[in-house]
């Protein structure tokens, strides 16, 4: 039922739809640019002076006409660009300005721009510095890589399609190599949803390695994207630029192509699927907003004098694309009944603003409940609130519904500490041949099978759930140190999250199960029911010889 309200993070105040993000040297894309960071001086006055004191011929030859330029170009884009950008190479803030310039022309959209930066030798390229004009992440204010929220950013990003152990051995043959060659690329286009997962995926297929991206959206709907990428063994960028522009012709025009025009003829489908939920406005109370999210606010509310919830889709974001997703939702939502899923009361799709109706569920979410109101659970109560989600995740895969996005966000605390699944708007009606290929959820959560596009099932839910397992466990953010595609890009080289020696042996070997990296490892929601209610049995009876103790909800002492 949290539309898209992610990790207990705010709403972006930028006017993209597009959270960014990139690999080992994240960029945010969001809020206008411009101000001071941390105190330090701005920013912008330090490229302007820097591109005077180097003669930048067109600084010294009208410098205030330049510097109105030059302030509009950081308008346009996000705080998180200033704060990415490398001072001393002041001069690429011009090109991206090029770039951008010349995205407004129609004839020339999509933009690729290449340059050799140097060679790596196991260090930091040595001929032309690092990333090519943006700070490494080792050199960036960690208090920044995640400013904004991450709900666009499984519609927007992913890693190089169907990149898989092979892939990586070859990527870390090359990085063992005396020496690699490493390139700037520069991309620029029309903002859109799954831009970036296209884009990824052409680098991959031409046989590019990412090693650092920023990526920006402007104001005014463009984006610029720069990735850092090893894997063209010559210095010249002819013919990389080619390679590209080929690729990005043989993908029909993927990356300039703003419009898909089948949504509309999934819109209809939807439509006649849920005629029958729709239901009186009138009888439907309104109260205070509870939260907000990228496309949407959910408010509490009152229906036939029951406490409801109630999501609004913004008109403002009201498109095929996002109406293909909240239909999606209605229908799900009223085709499940299930003590552990949030229950569905009706929805509104024929006036202009949208909604949804569920019911309220006092506690919030699980996310909030965890990692901002400071709750450590006693092992009993971490046992029954994991036994009710896996009961709800295994009634939904055997009506052959993925959710697709399961994490603590969208879990939701009822009362007598009742969790309940939500926010459907992400999730799938299995096919029969059983497996899919479209990626979606969030990158902290999400199964490496799904991070890679390979064909995934029921078993990416249950990687999600081993990672929720491990958040009840230890009452901490899932890879807290790393940003969410960081993250991504470690689970897809196998790296998991240390399990506490505390964390009892039995649901240690269960998460570890759950997570592997091999689907087929992992468990059935049946079997981990079955599992759960064991140990909690076993603890139960080894604590107190009682089966039925009170257990204890307690706050985290202050760190």
Request: aromatic share 6%.
């Amino acid at each position: 039922m949290e539309d898209d309200i992610e990790e207990g993070v705010a709403e972006s105040s930028g006017p993209s739809p597009r959270a960014a993000a990139a690999a080992a040297g994240l960029g945010s894309g969001g809020g206008g640019g411009g101000g001071s960071v941390h105190g330090s001086p701005d920013i912008r006055n330090v490229i302007y002076e820097r591109l005077v004191a180097i003669r930048n011929e067109e600084a010294i030859s009208n410098p205030s006409s330049f510097r109105v330029e030059l302030d509009r170009h950081f308008l346009r884009l996000p705080e998180s660009y200033l704060i990415d950008l490398d001072v001393s190479k002041a001069e690429q803030v011009l090109l991206h300005r090029r770039i951008l310039a010349d995205c407004a022309d129609p004839e020339k959209r999509p933009i690729f721009h290449a340059r050799y930066i140097g060679v790596d030798s196991g260090s930091t390229p040595t001929e032309n510095g690092n990333g090519g004009g943006f700070l490494p992440i080792n050199l960036r204010d960690d208090e920044f890589t995640e400013s904004e929220p991450y709900e666009r950013m499984m519609e927007d990003l992913s890693l190089e399609r169907g990149k898989g152990v092979d892939d990586f051995e070859a990527s870390s043959a090359r990085r063992d190599s005396k020496f690699v060659r490493v390139h700037e690329i520069i991309f620029s286009s029309i903002d859109k949803p799954k831009l970036l997962s296209k884009l990824s995926a052409i680098l991959s297929d031409i046989g590019l390695n990412i090693r650092e991206a920023h990526v920006f959206s402007t104001s005014d709907g463009f984006c610029l994207d720069v990735f850092v990428v090893d894997g063209w063994d010559t210095e010249e960028t002819d013919g990389l630029l080619q390679k590209l522009i080929e690729a990005e012709a043989s993908s029909h025009g993927s990356l300039s192509n703003p419009t898909n025009l089948s949504q509309s003829e999934k819109v209809l489908e939807l439509q006649e699927k849920i005629g029958d939920s729709e239901f009186d406005r009138s009888l439907l109370q309104i109260g205070e907003k509870i939260a907000s999210g990228s496309s949407g606010d959910l408010y509490r509310g009152t229906y036939l004098g029951v406490d409801v919830a109630v999501k609004f889709l913004r008109s403002e974001h009201v498109n095929d694309s996002s109406k293909v997703e909240f239909l999606q939702e209605i229908m799900i939502l009223k085709s499940v009944d299930h003590e552990n899923v949030v229950q569905f009361y009706g929805a509104c799709t024929k006036h202009r603003k949208y909604l949804i109706v569920t019911e309220y569920m006092p506690g919030g979410n699980l996310y909030d409940f965890l990692h901002k109101q400071n709750n450590t659970l006693e092992l009993p109560v971490v046992l029954r609130i994991a036994i009710g989600i896996s009961k709800g995740m295994d009634y939904l895969h055997q009506n052959n519904i993925i959710h697709r996005d399961l994490k603590t966000a969208n879990l939701l605390i009822g009362s007598g500490q009742v969790v309940k699944i939500a926010d459907f708007g992400v999730s799938r009606l299995r096919s029969q041949g059983g497996e899919m290929t479209a990626e979606t959820g969030t990158y902290r959560w999400m199964a490496p099978e799904v991070i890679n596009h390979k064909p995934y099932d029921h078993k990416a839910d249950v990687f999600s759930f081993a990672i929720v397992l491990w958040e009840l466990v230890t009452t901490k953010i899932p890879y807290e140190n790393l940003t969410p595609l960081q993250a991504a890009l470690g689970v897809r080289q196998g790296m998991r999250m240390e399990i506490p020696p505390k964390v009892h042996p039995r649901l240690s070997k269960l998460i570890e199960r759950c997570w592997d990296e091999n689907p087929h490892v992992r468990p059935l929601f049946s079997e981990i029911t079955v599992e759960l209610e064991d140990i909690l049995r076993h603890v139960l009876v080894s604590k107190t010889g009682s089966r039925h103790p009170k257990a204890k909800i307690q706050k985290k002492s202050a760190r």
